[in-house]
DNA sequence: ATGTCCACCTGCTGGC
DNA sequence: TGCCAGCAGGTGGACA
């Protein structure tokens, strides 16, 4: 679930649960997820009210009025739900609310994590210190990327991960993203001129874009979570559609899959060059 | 420095 | 039916 769009709606949909509420208790049900739980979790926002909750790369971030923020990572197979029953073998943080409501930080694999941070010395954390820019922010030109690749060797589909370059694209809008703009998963960095980023960065500002607008029917499903149900269903065009006829226009391509750097990568070889 | 690979986990699917 | 290999939305650290 978790790459930008999921994390994104995640935090939507936290404003409205818990957004000017206060935490009246944190109940941790194992001592770690991929890092140990923060120590004195429950006694350092007992009591706090959430004053707001944004999102930087793929970390939400849950601002409390005790100049204390709380982070988290969804990592791999992570998700927030409203409980209703009793906890699961999998709901390993339960965040119970003064409106009687009780949120569960569900996380199968475990690679997610949790962290205790000052608020105002946010940005100076090691989480935040190697970040490259938001891609749905101004800061991210296709004159910035063009400098910041230009000199790479690497495949672009593996830089593109790098989230100290830009943060927020997993493997599935990478891929989404390159096959949009017709660019091969395995071209090096610096074989892509200005107008290869100048078709690039719109397609995954637009790839992104449609998938937070979809993930806003998650939403719904998010506030009325009864148990398990609701997962963001999506289409996507090429991520695992192995085998499948490529969707653009004209191309008589089918989708194949290889793998880069251990990851599955999903591309037309007759419209990606 | 740069880039690649693996480990960290659990659960599910598909092939034999 | 059972078993086992392979795979899954992320990423930090070990290694070449």
Not at 129 to 140: I, R, T
Request: net charge positive.
């Amino acid at each position: 679930m978790p790459e930008l769009p999921e994390v994104e709606t995640v935090c939507r949909g936290l404003v409205g649960l818990l957004q000017n509420r206060r935490i009246t208790e944190v109940v941790c049900r194992r001592e770690n997820l991929r890092y140990p739980l923060p120590p004195l979790l429950n006694e350092r926002v007992q009591g706090a009210i959430v004053t707001s909750v944004s999102r930087r790369a793929k970390f939400i971030l849950v601002h409390l009025n005790n100049e204390l923020t709380w982070l988290m990572h969804l990592g791999m197979s992570g998700r927030i739900h409203g409980l209703t029953t009793p906890p699961g073998k999998h709901d390993h943080v339960l965040i119970y609310t003064d409106d009687n409501q009780c949120l569960a930080f569900n996380d199968t694999r475990r690679f997610g994590y949790m962290d205790i941070l000052s608020t105002s010395r946010l940005t100076q954390s090691s989480h935040f210190k190697n970040l490259g820019v938001e891609p749905l922010e101004l800061s991210l030109t296709a004159d910035y990327a063009y400098s910041k690749f230009r000199l790479s060797r690497r495949p672009i589909k593996t830089a593109l991960l790098d989230q100290s370059l830009i943060v927020g694209l997993g493997n599935i809008y990478v891929c989404e993203s390159l096959w949009g703009a017709g660019i091969h998963p395995e071209r090096s960095c610096n074989t892509l001129g200005l107008k290869d980023w100048q078709r690039l960065v719109p397609m995954i500002v637009d790839v992104l874009t449609k998938a937070i607008a979809a993930g806003g029917s998650t939403l719904r499903d998010y506030r009325n979570a009864a148990g398990e149900s609701g997962y963001f269903q999506h289409t996507f065009a090429v991520y695992d559609c192995a085998g499948q006829p490529c969707q653009h226009p004209h191309c008589r391509g089918t989708i194949k899959r290889i793998v880069q750097a251990g990851r599955s990568t999903f591309l037309c070889e007759s419209c990606q060059k």
